[in-house]
Nanobody
């Protein structure tokens, strides 16, 4: 069993930055790929970013490419999402997810464990 706890959400003005963290426990974190997803009210949960187990490879949704950066610190069992140049349309609950794998996925159905989510609100 893996437990994930997100933190770092909040209210920020458009153009601002936030850094989300996701702390993992329960298994060997370095053997797990990590993903960030988000869900706005009335919308499907969508892929944001993913990172492989070593941190050497990442993937981003087109909507956040160039503004968001995913990274991980296996010594701290933590994955981060640095969000810059935030837009109103980035407002959502952000979730981290994981599965044991050597490669990451953008499909939410591929992930086995999820955090409880953290709210990000971007005001105009």
């Amino acid at each position: 069993q893996v437990q994930l706890v997100e933190s770092g959400g909040g209210l920020v003005q458009a153009g601002g930055s936030l850094r989300l963290s996701c702390a993992a426990s329960g298994r060997t974190f370095s053997r797990y790929v990590m993903g960030w997803f988000r869900q706005a009210p009335g919308q499907e949960r969508e892929f944001v970013a993913a990172i492989n187990w070593s941190g050497s490879s990442t993937s981003y949704a087109d909507s956040v490419k160039g503004r968001f950066t995913i990274s991980r610190d296996n010594a701290k069992n933590t994955v981060y999402l640095q969000m810059n140049s935030l837009k109103v349309e980035d407002t959502a609950v952000y979730y981290c997810a994981t599965r044991r794998s050597t490669y990451y996925y953008s499909d939410k159905e591929e992930y086995d464990y999820w955090g409880q989510g953290t709210q990000v609100t971007v005001s105009s």
